[in-house]
Each structure stands twice: as structure tokens, then as C-alpha cells.
Nanobody, 125 residues
Framework: VQLQASGGGLVQPGGSLTLSCAAS????????ISWFRQAPGKEREGISC????????WHANSVKGRFTISTDYTKNTVYLQMNNLRPEDTAVYYC???????????????????WGEGTQVTVSS
């Protein structure tokens, strides 16, 4: 079982990036995927999640309206489209998976079953 996060990079304020979380060893209809980020000197926070089994999505207030989470079943991959990026979005971004419990998704870190390696996002001019 593996999660591979990718797509990070350096972008100017107002720019866009799309992060990918590719899952192997399990299918997304049985697991929900969550995105977390950890900025320098701050605790890791959950920012978005998706339950592919029922289509439920959730975004933290800090990213709502700017970030969109989606699933490509053919690639067994979850995407995080990030628009209108701000310097405060600078962080290492992680994806994680938890088994689908019948409804929705969550971002409770201690209840994640699998974690991917982080990908760095830097928003700077």
C-alpha cells in the first residue's frame, strides 16, 4: 500500500498548482483521501478531504473557494487544485487515507491509515 504525493513547486502569489495523490495497493472506493499541510513552525493541519464512495468533500475555511479536491478513478488518484495561492499557503503538503466508514471523510490525523510523503509548495514573489 502506498500513497505518492506530487505536484508541489514554487509559484507566485495568485498563481495555481495541482497536487496529485496517487494510490497503489488499494482502491479509492474503499478509502477516503485527506490533504494536510504543515507550514514552518506550525502544526500540521487538515485542509481538505474526499470520500469517493459517496462524493462527499470538505474544505477548511482557509482554503474554501480557492482549493478543489477531486478523484480520477481511472488513475486511482486524488487531485487538489489550488488557485489564487497566497504566501500563507506555503507548506509541505501531505495526503493520507482512511478507510471509508459509510459516510463522508475527515481530517483527524490520528485516524489515518496510510500517509504519503510530503510535497513542498512555496508561494513567493
Amino acid at each position: 500500500v502506498q500513497l505518492q504525493a506530487s505536484g508541489g513547486g514554487l509559484v507566485q502569489p495568485g498563481g495555481s498548482l495541482t497536487l496529485s495523490c496517487a494510490a497503489s495497493g488499494f482502491t479509492l472506493d474503499r478509502y477516503s483521501i485527506s490533504w494536510f499541510r504543515q507550514a514552518p513552525g506550525k502544526e500540521r493541519e487538515g485542509i481538505s478531504c474526499i470520500a469517493s464512495a459517496d462524493g462527499f468533500t470538505w474544505h477548511a475555511n482557509s482554503v474554501k473557494g480557492r482549493f478543489t479536491i477531486s478523484t480520477d478513478y481511472t488513475k486511482n488518484t486524488v487531485y487538489l487544485q489550488m488557485n489564487n495561492l497566497r504566501p500563507e499557503d506555503t507548506a509541505v503538503y501531505y495526503c493520507a487515507a482512511h478507510i471509508y466508514g459509510g459516510f463522508g471523510c475527515h481530517v483527524v490525523q490520528g485516524r489515518m491509515d496510510y500517509w504519503g510523503e510530503g510535497t513542498q509548495v512555496t508561494v513567493s514573489s
